[in-house]
């Protein structure tokens, strides 16, 4: 499809959702479909223009990553064609760009692993030597790799508002030891097995988060997205070595150009607050994003 696709609007299915890129609409009482937009969202500010092209290749890396990763944990996926479920004139909403998957009750949290120093855990490192109270050694610099992947969780926002990384012991509190625990532990196995094939790409993948549901039976099972580049910093390994002695983060696979320049853009005269409404991307903005998304998937897939 070469439009690209801002908001979803199908007539046959009732939207139970919008995202910050992800619109839902319910099948039946037991199946949801999801479809990918190509809207982009950074510091939690959706864009007004999309990135043509995005959703279908956020499709593409998730279902590469479900079937990979199967083995440790069931996954949300129903193995039904999406376009079975919406009217005729709706296929090219829907065609390459969604998964028809399983009504979850989804967790209230959001599982992240980091195998390196970044973003928001860099910050809080230089503060106080540790990550959502996991205690780490002195000495680590910005983009280090850690001596063992760590799993840091966080509060799911609404749209708009900021993702609160927690502690583990907080999220105890809000789920249960028992289940926190199988939570913690397989997405430190998802995010190990998946680092490892992706390093074998020329991809390191220095954190990512992952998010569950309870089925029917209570049976933990992997949703909504998996390691894209939108829930995950995807960095070349060939850029890491430079990058890493100069205390930066490598250029990565994902929307980091876009943040960067969020970052640096002035709006009369003043840094862009980080709110809504956002300022309009150039065109050069939106082909590098696009060209980056479109990177990623070809190293992973070979």
């Not at 009482?29 to 995005?54: C, H, N, Q, W, Y």
């Not at 509190?173 to 196995?189: H, K, T």
Request: proline share 6%; aromatic share 6%; glycine share 6%.
């Amino acid at each position: 499809m070469t439009t690209a696709l801002h908001n979803s609007s199908l007539h046959s299915l009732p939207l139970l959702a919008r995202g910050k890129v992800r619109d839902n609409y319910a099948v039946g009482e037991d199946r949801i479909l999801m479809v990918a937009t190509d809207r982009l969202s950074a510091f939690d500010v959706i864009m007004e223009e999309p990135i043509p092209g995005k959703g279908a290749l956020l499709t593409q890396v998730a279902l590469f990553w479900f079937a990979r990763l199967g083995h440790i944990v069931p996954n949300h996926l129903t193995g039904e064609d999406p376009l079975s479920v919406v009217a005729d004139d709706e296929r090219d909403q829907v065609r390459d760009r969604s998964m028809l998957v399983k009504r979850l009750k989804p967790l209230p949290v959001e599982a992240v692993v980091r195998g390196y120093l970044a973003g928001s855990g860099w910050k809080e490192y230089q503060d106080s030597r540790s990550v959502c109270g996991v205690a780490l050694p002195e000495g680590l610099t910005n983009a280090a790799k850690l001596p063992a992947p760590i799993f840091t969780p966080a509060t799911k926002a609404d749209v708009g508002d900021h993702d609160e990384n927690i502690s583990f012991d907080r999220m105890v509190e809000i789920i249960g030891r028992e289940l926190a625990e199988q939570v913690r532990d397989i997405s430190i196995r998802l995010y190990t097995t998946a680092a490892e094939h992706a390093l074998t790409r020329g991809i390191i993948i220095a954190d990512t988060k992952f998010e569950f549901g309870l089925d029917e039976n209570g049976a933990l099972v992997l949703m909504d997205e998996v390691l894209t580049p939108d829930s995950s910093r995807y960095w070349p390994v060939e850029s890491y070595a430079a990058a890493l002695a100069a205390g930066e983060n490598p250029p990565s696979f994902d929307k980091q150009y876009l943040r960067d320049w969020l970052e640096a853009v002035r709006i009369d005269g003043k840094p862009w607050g980080k709110v809504k409404p956002a300022p309009a991307l150039p065109a050069e903005v939106i082909e590098h994003t696009a060209a980056k998304y479109r990177e990623a998937l070809e190293r992973l897939m070979g």
